[in-house]
């Protein structure tokens, strides 16, 4: 199946302060990526759809200003929590589709805000 | 809204036995489907994919699908301690939108 690299796979950060996560489709070229967020023992929610050269699409509930997406290329796209807070918290996951038709996951990004 | 139901479990199975997860999805317009397997603290693994009625076989694994009952299913055979795992159970209409996932069935394989 196809890669996706997801970087960092572990981060404490203080609150109030800023973290980037970047998801990379390795072998193929995903014009669309996805954000889900997972809390312990709770299924994946998706956050936003990541459109390469556009604006992401924001599920409802998820602040738009608080969780800034940036597809800037075929093969990247960043996730940056803004002003972190403890219940931010969270596993952060990108997924891309080579096609429209199987998913892969990054490796996913454990965000612990103190 | 489309919904797609799993029973959480947790599922508990001797080893080598047959292992049965169940899904059913609410949208008729679905036209992929999948099974996803994820360790705690990992990150979803794609299983299986079907997209038509009938059973789809690798492996261990069977996938069933039967649209007309909104029902997928995924069997594993000899199941092995290492099956022990949370399954996802994922529905897509092609729309090129996101994969819609049910909340898993946590699976536990005794040896």
């Not at chain 1, 998706?46 to 599920?59: D, F, H, I």
């Not at chain 1, 972190?84 to 490796?107: K, M, N, V, W």
């Not at chain 2, 489309?2 to 049965?20: D, R, Y």
């Amino acid at each position: 199946g196809a890669v996706v690299s997801q970087h960092p796979s572990r981060v404490i950060c203080k609150s109030g302060t800023s973290v980037k996560i970047e998801c990379r489709s390795l072998d193929f070229q995903a014009t669309t990526m996805f954000w889900y967020r997972q809390f312990p023992k709770q299924s994946l929610m998706l956050m936003a759809t990541s459109n390469e050269g556009s604006k992401a699409t924001y599920e409802q509930g998820v602040e738009k200003d608080k969780f800034l997406i940036n597809h800037a290329s075929l093969t990247l796209s960043t996730l940056t929590v803004t002003s972190a807070h403890p219940e931010d918290s969270s596993f952060y996951i990108c997924s891309a589709r080579d096609s429209l038709t199987e998913a892969f996951f990054g490796q996913g990004t454990r965000l612990t805000v103190v | 809204q489309k919904e797609v139901e799993q029973n959480s479990g947790p599922l508990s199975v001797p080893e080598g036995a047959i292992a049965s997860l169940n899904c059913t999805y609410s949208d008729r317009g679905s036209q992929s489907f999948f099974w996803y397997r994820q360790y705690s603290g990992k990150s979803p693994e794609l299983i299986m994919s079907i997209y038509s009625n009938g059973d789809k076989e690798d492996g261990r694994f069977t996938a069933q699908l039967n649209k007309a009952s909104q029902y997928v299913s995924l069997l594993i055979r000899d199941s092995q301690p290492s099956d022990s795992a949370t399954y996802l159970c994922a529905v897509n209409d092609n729309s090129g939108y996101a994969l819609n996932f049910g909340k898993g069935t946590s699976l536990l394989v005794t040896p």
